[in-house]
């Protein structure tokens, strides 16, 4: 099996070009209910290519970046090098090297679902101060709407993996597991992105059981991209729609 800390290496382009970012409303709900600060320590674990630092840091905050994927984090490296408060680390959820309760704010965007629950739990008490808060954010594809559930059968049917196919998100009754006994709230918000046929390919080539180039099954998975942009396209574009869920508390 794939380690999910090497899951996303040949694909870093497709995800920094293509991924959606977070919608402002993440970060002025986070500011309003954590009572941050400028001064609030904050640290974005499997920070990855850095689109959930980067929503904070124009906010005005600093945050430290914990990333184990090296090509994800030099991407994000690269994303961020104009802010000087960003700084980034080599290391993971469940041991981030970070100092004992030294973190008003521990988040994880599109990336919680990779993390071992238990050990993760264990080292976010320890470097969460006394009362700080933990933030859980995931764009996920709105089933609801006619392409993203078009393009979620299309995924399925030409996932490679060698382990079941996770495509994000740990459901309610997870993230449930990981506050108790402590209470966490969730919050959703619309999001979406418009494409052209380019972009639809490149947006779900950016998905880890996405087959590649090479793969017997990414010809007939491009084709079939091709096949869904034509059926929903208007005026050479597509809206791709997500919706955008905030879990967010403290560890009990």
């Known amino acids: ?16 070009k293509y991924r959606p970012r977070y919608p402002q409303t993440v970060v002025d709900t986070v500011r309003e209910v954590c009572g941050l600060t400028s ?17 904070f840091l124009d906010a005005g905050h600093t945050v430290v970046g914990v990333e184990p994927n ?7 490296d690269r994303l961020l090098a104009r802010y000087p408060a960003f700084r980034s680390l080599d290391a993971c959820a469940e041991e981030t090297t970070l100092p004992e309760a030294s973190v008003d704010l521990a988040m994880a965007g599109q990336s919680f679902h990779w993390f071992e629950p238990v050990s993760a739990r264990r080292e976010w008490v320890r470097i969460l101060k006394p009362g700080g808060w933990v933030a859980l954010v995931w764009n996920e594809r709105d089933l609801r709407a006619p392409l993203a559930a ?3 059968a299309l995924l399925r049917q030409y996932a490679v993996t060698d382990g079941p196919v996770n495509f994000g998100g740990v459901g309610d009754e997870g993230v449930a597991r990981f506050f108790a006994p402590a209470d966490v709230t969730l919050r959703t918000f ?8 380019d972009g639809l390919v490149g947006r779900l080539l950016s998905i880890s059981h ?9 010809r007939p998975f491009v084709d079939g991209i091709g096949a869904l942009f034509a059926a ?8 791709f729609d997500y919706v955008t869920r905030l879990y967010f508390g403290r560890l009990g």
């Open 150 to 152: 078009a393009c979620d």
């Open 70 to 76: 090296r090509e994800m984090r030099e991407a994000g």
């Open 1 to 16: 099996m794939i380690d999910p800390a090497r899951r996303f290496s040949d694909r870093v382009a497709d995800y920094v």
């Open 232 to 239: 929903h396209a208007v005026d050479g574009r597509v809206a």
């Open 39 to 55: 001064e609030s320590a904050i640290a974005d674990i499997g920070s990855g290519t850095g689109f959930l630092s980067e929503l």
């Open 190 to 197: 619309p999001h979406a992105q418009r494409f052209d046929r």
């Open 210 to 218: 996405a087959p590649l180039a090479g793969h017997p099954l990414h």
